[in-house]
């Protein structure tokens, strides 16, 4: 089983969608996938016409459709794979993936507890799985999102998470340009941010806070300081995954 987890396979991009000026959902075709859980990663491998070959982590961005699954790239101006991703890889272009993998920051649908997600820039892409999978599967766990983002061109998934949602509370953050016309200066995420966003303690929410490490760490120590328990504080970090 583990290994059948692990194979590579040959999956096929099926269809890509804008999300932003630097940002690329890839909807891929993968013969064989098993399914996955919301929060769980692949590896893709791309192999060089010279062989040489190189492997990056991304994150599920939605449940599986049957064998369809989707990714949402950044690309990173200096980087090796993602300007690749997201600028070369063409519809019916193929990819080695292997996976699902991760079994620790997930979110079961079957769970019934209040949860708190917390995303800092591409850091949304696992957390966008959560409220996905929570839409698909009709659960009624409340959830509040905060979102940490540069301006709003740099919103992933802007129309869906405009979109009234019952259950769902939504709250944006700028780091750099506020929306025009909006009070309050563009800010980094703090205590107060994730005070009034997010649950209060004694609720015990779940936690899942994910993005670049400096991010995740902030995000954490405030939320284990306003007296969150930390083994219900899960986080993803966004460094460098490459190999
Ligand atoms: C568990 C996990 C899940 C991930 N999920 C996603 C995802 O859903 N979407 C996504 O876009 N990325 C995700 N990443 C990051 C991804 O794996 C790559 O690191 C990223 O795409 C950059 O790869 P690259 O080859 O373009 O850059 P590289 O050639 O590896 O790096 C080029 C330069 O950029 C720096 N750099 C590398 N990664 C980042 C980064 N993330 N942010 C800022 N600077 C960086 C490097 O230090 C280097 O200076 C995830 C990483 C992990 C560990």
Same mark, same amino acid.
């Given at each position: 089983?583990?290994?059948?987890?692990?194979?590579? !396979?040959?999956? !096929?991009? +099926?269809?890509? !969608?804008?999300?932003?000026?630097?940002? $690329?959902?890839?909807?891929?075709?993968?013969?064989?996938?098993?399914?996955?859980?919301?929060?769980?990663?692949?590896?893709? !491998?791309?192999? +060089?016409?010279?062989?040489?070959?190189?492997? $990056?982590?991304?994150?599920?961005?939605?449940?599986?459709?049957?064998? $369809?699954?989707e990714v949402t790239v950044q690309r990173v101006p200096d980087g090796e794979v993602s300007p690749y991703l997201t600028e070369v890889f063409t519809v019916g272009d193929p990819i080695e993936l292997r996976g699902p993998v991760g079994g620790w920051f997930v979110w079961r649908p079957t769970a019934p507890d209040p949860v708190m997600l917390v995303a800092g820039g591409a850091g949304i892409v696992p957390l966008m799985a959560m409220i996905r999978a929570r839409r698909r599967a009709g659960s009624r766990a409340p959830f509040k999102l905060l979102y940490s983002v540069r301006t709003p061109e740099d919103v992933y998934y802007a129309d869906e998470l405009r979109r009234p949602e019952p259950g769902l509370d939504v709250t944006i953050r700028y780091t750099r340009k506020g929306p025009d016309g909006r009070p309050g200066e563009p800010h980094r995420i703090g205590v107060a941010d994730v005070n009034t966003a997010g649950w209060p303690a004694e609720f015990s929410p779940q936690c899942f806070v994910c993005g670049p490490t400096g991010f995740v760490e902030t995000v954490a120590d405030i939320l284990v300081a306003l007296g969150h328990d930390a083994r219900r504080v899960k986080t993803e970090r966004f460094g460098p995954s490459g190999s």
């Open positions: 089983m583990v290994q059948g987890k692990l194979a590579w !396979r040959v999956g !096929r991009l +099926a269809a890509v !969608r804008d999300e932003t000026p630097s940002a $690329r959902t890839l909807a891929l075709d993968v013969p064989g996938w098993p399914g996955h859980l919301a929060g769980q990663h692949v590896d893709l !491998r791309l192999t +060089a016409a010279d062989g040489y070959r190189t492997t $990056r982590t991304y994150s599920l961005a939605a449940p599986a459709e049957g064998e $369809r699954v």
